[in-house]
């Protein structure tokens, strides 16, 4: 059991000043693996202090230098990958397939970065004037739980390219994933200051980044409450803000499609990550007149996606991350079945024989209508809601019918009628017969439409999100 009661401050690792102590649980089991001391805003406003020291050196530092710090991020990651695993497997529940996929990708977005610092022109000739552009200041990055290394690192890339200086306040239940993730950091020997992770409480540690007049930027993940609480707060200072929020993604099968590819597709669109993942494919549009068969083909395809404990190779899908977590989704899965959705799989409660853990069993609705409770909220769990359509134009509006507008899916036989429909959809990204991967398309940006965020992380799209235009007369 580790207690973790520092802060990274300064290049530093430093007492808390904040005093709460919280219990670290196992998912898997539920058993006390840990403590983490939360700080409070005097630790948030030494870290923002020493950010904004740095600054001024950083802020003035070479594409050479900064590529450099970028590459030894990745090299330190990298170099205790096997340990990044095994803390993801205990303090989250990740299943073996998913975490190599996120510990890698997490330090790839790294080396993305710096090819990206290549094709960003830093300066530019207009008429008369030289446009420049600089790095806004101090940025505060705020991440959530269920990709807790990834989500650091996809902030902290672009961030650190730009000359900006950071203070990471990460989920507090990710502390230990985190801890190991600081220590990587500090051993690639970046200046003091220059990165700087305070745990806490978003309405404690993240409140405080979000209304302090020397943060100049907010990158924030998370839910769409808490994102519009984010966006208020650096309302007040004028803060530059990226919010990438929830999700409600369609998935369009058409009538085109095979059944069997589609089907095991659709699941793994909904139940990655253990259905933690705010772009899945939680609504399945399939054609009225094909449902019978893409009922048969998911339960067929649902045998691939056993759950069972995650540090077990043969597990595809683990626990849920915490008993808050567990409780929403089962509340979510009653609310289904009263408001006359189908069962086609799964249901409340525990998969036989892992009671002791967060684990829920993965659950497939028919007979959903789009105004259902589960069709409209996100439920962010393995929870997927089949909906049937007579037209493709139906289908189109449906998946429109939406508050969100983060990703969409499309299956077909015909790709070019499914990108003929992706350009359709009200979404940020939209895949088409191909689960995407992010770390491999280095300057496709990422990011929601409506309430699914503003902004847009990697490549050239995200690093513009921490620098400024000055236009320069001589």
């Known amino acids: ?72 991020l990745h090299d330190a990651i990298m170099a205790r990958a096997p340990e990044h695993i095994a803390i993801r497997t205990l303090e989250y529940g990740g299943v073996a397939r998913h975490n190599a996929f996120s510990i890698q990708g997490s330090a790839k977005v790294f080396l993305n970065m710096r090819k990206t610092l290549e094709e960003m022109p830093f300066r530019k000739r207009v008429g008369a004037a030289e446009v420049l552009l600089r790095p806004v200041g101090v940025a505060a990055l705020i991440t959530p739980w269920n990709s807790a290394i990834f989500m650091v690192c996809n902030k902290l890339a672009p961030a650190l390219a730009a000359g900006c200086t950071v203070v990471v306040k990460p989920s507090e239940s990710s502390a230990l994933q985190i801890r190991l993730l600081v220590e990587c950091i500090d051993a690639a020997g970046l200046p003091p200051g220059v990165v700087n992770v ?59 499609a095979d059944a069997d590819a589609a089907a095991a597709f659709a699941l793994s669109a909904a139940f990655m990550n253990n259905g933690q993942a705010c772009i899945a494919g939680t609504r399945l549009l399939v054609p009225e007149h094909r449902l019978a ?27 849920l991350a915490n008993a808050r977590q567990f409780d929403r989704v089962q509340g979510y899965i009653r609310r289904g079945i009263e408001e006359g959705a189908t069962l086609l799989l799964g249901g409340e409660g525990h998969p036989p024989g892992l009671e002791a853990g967060y684990f829920a069993r993965p659950t497939i609705f028919v007979d959903v209508r789009n105004d259902m409770t589960i069709a409209r909220e996100e439920i962010f769990g393995p929870v997927l809601s089949v909906i049937a359509y007579r037209t493709e134009d ?33 979404a940020g990204a939209v895949m088409v017969n191909r689960i995407f991967d992010l770390f491999d398309e280095a300057g496709v940006p990422a990011g929601g439409f409506k309430q699914s965020g503003i902004g847009r992380e990697f490549g050239v799209y995200g690093l513009s999100e921490y620098l400024g235009t000055r236009a320069v007369f001589a």
């Open 198 to 256: 305070v745990n806490g409480r978003g309405d404690v540690v993240g409140d405080e980044l979000t209304r302090h007049p020397e943060v100049a930027k907010v990158s924030f993940t998370g839910s769409t409450t808490v994102g519009k609480a984010v966006m208020r707060n650096a309302a007040e200072t004028v803060k530059r803000v990226t919010l990438e929020l929830g999700g409600k993604s369609a998935h369009i099968v058409l009538d085109d």
């Open 293 to 319: 068969e893409m009922k048969a083909a998911l339960l067929k395809a649902s045998s691939q996606w056993k759950v069972g404990d995650p540090a077990d190779d043969g597990s595809a899908l683990g626990p």
């Open 1 to 72: 059991m580790k207690s973790i009661d520092q802060h990274y401050i300064d290049g530093r690792f430093v007492a808390s000043h904040g005093s709460e102590v919280i219990d670290l649980v196992s998912p898997t089991d539920r058993s006390v693996i840990g403590s983490v001391t939360l700080g409070d805003e005097e630790d948030a406003r030494a870290a923002v202090r020493a950010a904004r020291r740095a600054f001024k050196t950083y802020s003035i530092s070479s594409l050479e230098e900064r590529a450099d710090y970028l590459q030894r």
């Open 394 to 426: 139906e289908a189109v509006e449906i998946a429109n019918d939406s508050i969100y507008g983060l990703q969409g899916w499309i299956s077909t036989g015909d790709p070019m009628r499914g990108k003929a429909i992706a350009e359709r959809i009200e």
